[in-house]
């Protein structure tokens, strides 16, 4: 029997495993949630605004009194979006630059780039607008939502992982990541004396978390092992007795076994434990594939 391609999608999302596939779809069943109790209250079945009501339990407070009363919104807003846009241009970038982080560390440092970024950003929210007086004024009536903070987590340490790894993209030709970042970080700085300052900071605080993340994790230091292990089925290989020499020693071929035993070994002994192999290794497998976005 053919299965239809609302199954297929659920599987990918809720089966498969990959967390990547899995935010999408929160995000947008989140933003497909939202709008329908919109139409049900503009098409008259309601006067309750019950839209509106949801929002105010997902909703980031830029007020300190008012997030304690809601202590859990510092997570529930990454995930919550309003307007078409918005979301899908979140989730693009999301796609785009979760695709290329995945080829190269563990879904469980996905997870906590994306929760944790989006946590860095809501607190540099939270900051400023009780810290700084330009914006400290207009706390009690600001709130956030978006997981723009999470999406500038995971694009800034797909950067500093990968920085010269190129991408295709519509309208500028071949673009390496590190432009890409600090494009995206010097709209972020000119655009917090706009309408949504608040947005722009909590984009600046995901993006220094994904990088000092990386930076970290190239020293040695994984913070997301806080999430737990996983476990990796691996072959076993045979060795000849009379053979010394370490399989990093020839030249490697940048497959995902290679590059995960590559990456594995940064988490534990940082990035200059790395043999001249396993750096060409990792240096050729960030030059291969030219995506289109």
Known sequence: MKRSWIGDLW??????????????????????????????????????????????????????????????????????????????????????????????????????????????????????????????????????????????????????????????????????LKYLALAFIAIDVLAISGLNAGGSIAHIGGALFGFIYIKRLQNGQDWSRMLGTERRKRKLRVMRNDSMTSPYEEPLVPNQEVIDRILDKISQSGYDSLTKAEKEALFKASKQGQNEY
């Open 11 to 176: 599987d990918k999302a809720f089966r498969s495993g990959n967390p990547l596939y899995l935010f999408i779809a929160i995000n947008i069943l989140v933003f497909v949630g939202i709008n329908l109790l919109s139409l049900v209250t503009a098409l008259g079945i309601t006067n309750v605004p019950l839209s509106g009501y949801l929002m105010s339990w997902l909703e980031l407070p830029a007020s300190i009194t008012g997030w304690l009363y809601k202590p859990w919104t510092i997570a529930t807003y990454m995930f919550t979006q309003q307007g078409l846009f918005h979301v899908l241009f979140n989730m693009l970038w999301l796609f785009w630059l979760g695709i290329i982080f995945l080829d190269f560390l563990k879904q469980r440092q996905f997870v906590f780039v994306y929760l944790a970024g989006g946590i860095a950003g809501g607190l540099l929210y939270l900051l400023a607008f009780n810290l700084i007086p330009a914006f400290s004024a207009q706390a009690f009536r600001t709130v956030m939502i978006g997981s723009s903070a999470s999406v500038s987590a995971v694009v800034f340490a797909t950067a500093t992982l990968l920085p010269d790894y190129t991408i295709r993209m519509l309208f500028f030709g071949n673009v390496k």
